[in-house]
Nanobody, 122 residues
Framework: QVQLVESGGGLVQPGGSLRLACAASGFTLDKYAYGWFRQAPGKEREGVSCISKSGGGTWYQDSVKGRFTISKDNAKNTVFLQMNTLEPDDTAIYYC???????????????WGQGTQVTVSS
């Protein structure tokens, strides 16, 4: 079964860190590019970061540049999003997705995970 499963979300204080993981099954990681998206309450889902199929290209939303790092481990068949210096505005459900190219457009992705909740609050 082809699927993506996110983990690593939780409650963290402002300034803290979390590492999200997106485990792929049913296919090998090198088949796709990967994106992380998030949806905050009352807002539309937005692109946060993506990584190319080769891993050589990445993109970040301006608000997370310098704080978030996307990576992938082919041996573990897992994509990661390291999130540092978290802010309350980062609170959202985070989704990973697989597609043909690294893009901030949701329409470019074909396989989606179920999401993991990240809450940044004191």
């Amino acid at each position: 079964q082809v699927q993506l499963v996110e983990s690593g979300g939780g409650l963290v204080q402002p300034g803290g860190s979390l590492r999200l993981a997106c485990a792929a099954s049913g296919f090998t990681l090198d088949k796709y590019a990967y994106g992380w998206f998030r949806q905050a309450p009352g807002k539309e889902r937005e692109g946060v970061s993506c990584i190319s199929k080769s891993g050589g290209g990445t993109w970040y939303q301006d608000s997370v540049k310098g704080r978030f790092t996307i990576s992938k481990d082919n041996a573990k068949n897992t994509v990661f999003l390291q999130m540092n210096t978290l802010e309350p505005d980062d609170t959202a459900i985070y989704y990973c997705a697989a597609g043909i190219v690294c893009s901030d457009s949701q329409q470019r992705y074909d396989i989606w995970g179920q999401g993991t909740q990240v809450t940044v609050s004191s």
